[in-house]
């Protein structure tokens, strides 16, 4: 059983930035891709970026292309969320997911987060 923990998140204001962790126990064959998704209170859970463990991005969403990054540092089992420019609007839960690439990338993971609340003001 794979376990994910986010870290990082909080409150900040618009135009800034924050940078979200996600420590993984293990990657197994199963968890080929590590994600980033939000889900703010009456919407639809999103999906934001996407890595692959073996290095590479998989997706990035048009709404957060420019400002937001994903990374990882495989040494620790850990894939990051560098958030820039902030926008109110980025104000949401944010959890990291890990699965089959080609089913993340659609929002079906085999592990989640528990998650981490953002929170920009204007």
């Known amino acids: 059983q794979v376990q994910l923990v986010e870290s990082g998140g909080g409150s900040v204001q618009a135009g800034g930035s924050l940078r979200l962790s996600c420590v993984a126990s293990e990657y197994t064959y199963s968890t080929s891709c590590v994600g980033w998704f939000r889900q703010a209170p009456g919407k639809e859970r999103e999906g934001l970026l996407v890595i692959y463990t073996a290095g590479g991005v998989a997706y990035v969403a048009d709404s957060v292309k420019g400002r937001f990054t994903i990374s990882q540092d495989n040494a620790k089992n850990t894939v990051y969320l560098d958030m820039n420019s902030l926008k109110p609007d980025d104000t949401a839960m944010y959890s990291c997911?890990?699965?089959?690439?080609?089913?993340?990338?659609?929002?079906?993971?085999?592990?989640w987060g528990q998650g981490t609340q953002v929170t920009v003001s204007s």
């Open positions: 997911a890990a699965g089959r690439c080609r089913t993340l990338v659609s929002g079906i993971a085999d592990y």
